[in-house]
């Protein structure tokens, strides 16, 4: 059993920083939505706020390691230009567009990911900071409460984009 | 609870427009990448990684600045959350928009 540098950064980039990744947001999203005045108790609230601050910081920085692997580590073999007459199984983006019926994947699916996925670690880190600094006001301020849910929820979104055509990606012209 | 609220919302609301403005810049940078040539080669700040290393560095540069100055201005202040709120919401849109291939496309030269 054994893997090259490059399949050993390609999966963590995407499965294990994408695994902590969802897990934290999974983590983050049920601590906002609980962090309502009328559900908290005095005893619990402040472990529930450092358990989100935690949660909300660990999805952020995952995010940026992932698109900072992916674009500086990962994307630079993906995109090497083949010499003349070279097996291209060892150039995805040149094997994928080599042919019609898969060309589609870096065409579309790449260009997509690659661009949509650095949008996510911007809204996490705004997220992160507000829980940071207002911590138990969110509490008294729904409005504020609400906006990091959709501002989470859109980081979730972006980042899910760029990882499940990653994922089909991969699987179409694995990276060796 | 106790606890009242007491900070203002300026340092939240810098921290969501800047969150826009710099997924706005990404969306922008990679439409101009695409519409022009020159532009595309002034992106490409490390040749393996092509123009995508200078859209995302530039953009998060963007980010910062615009994070840094919002909330010099604004952080002991209260904004009008709906100003702020439609500005986020307005900009993070742009970025998804300009972002998607088929829109950031249609700028790019026939070949």
Redesign the interface.
């Known amino acids: 059993m054994k893997m090259t540098a490059i399949e050993l950064w390609t999966a963590l980039h995407g499965m294990v920083f994408g695994a902590v990744f969802l897990l934290a947001f999974a983590g983050g999203l049920a601590g906002l939505y609980g962090l309502r005045r009328e559900w908290l108790t005095t005893a619990g609230i402040k472990d529930d706020v450092r358990r989100l601050t935690a949660g909300t910081w660990i999805m952020a920085i995952v995010a940026w390691l992932t698109v900072i692997v992916g674009t500086w580590i990962v994307y630079v073999p993906y995109r090497a230009e083949p010499p003349e007459g070279a097996d291209l199984t060892k150039y995805p983006k040149f094997k994928l567009t080599s042919d019609p019926s898969t060309a589609g994947w870096h065409e579309f699916g790449m260009e997509w990911k690659e661009h949509i996925a650095w949008i996510s670690p911007m809204l996490a880190t705004a997220v992160a900071f507000v829980v940071l600094y207002y911590g138990l006001e969110i509490a008294e301020r729904p409005y504020l409460r609400r906006a990091l849910i959709v501002l989470f929820t859109l980081s979730f979104v972006a980042a899910g984009i760029a990882g499940l055509f990653g994922a089909f990606i991969t699987k179409a012209a694995p990276l060796t | ?7 203002p ?1 300026g ?2 609301a810098a ?2 427009v ?2 826009g403005i ?2 706005a810049a ?2 922008v940078f ?1 439409m101009l990448a695409e519409t022009f040539e020159g532009v595309g080669s002034l992106m490409e700040l ?1 040749a ?3 123009p ?2 200078g ?2 560095t530039f ?2 540069v963007v ?1 910062l600045v615009a994070w840094g100055v919002l909330h010099a201005a604004w952080r002991n202040k209260e904004v009008s ?1 709906k100003m702020v ?1 439609t500005l ?2 307005v900009l ?1 849109g742009v ?2 928009v300009l ?4 829109v950031f ?1 249609v700028f790019a030269p026939e070949e």
Request: net charge positive; proline share 10%; hydrophobic share 50%.
């Open positions: 609870m106790t606890e009242r609220a007491e900070k919302n340092p939240a921290a969501f800047a969150a710099g997924s990404l969306g990679t490390y393996p990684v092509g995508l290393s859209k995302t953009a998060m980010w959350w709120w986020t919401l993070v970025g998804f972002t998607f291939p088929p496309l």
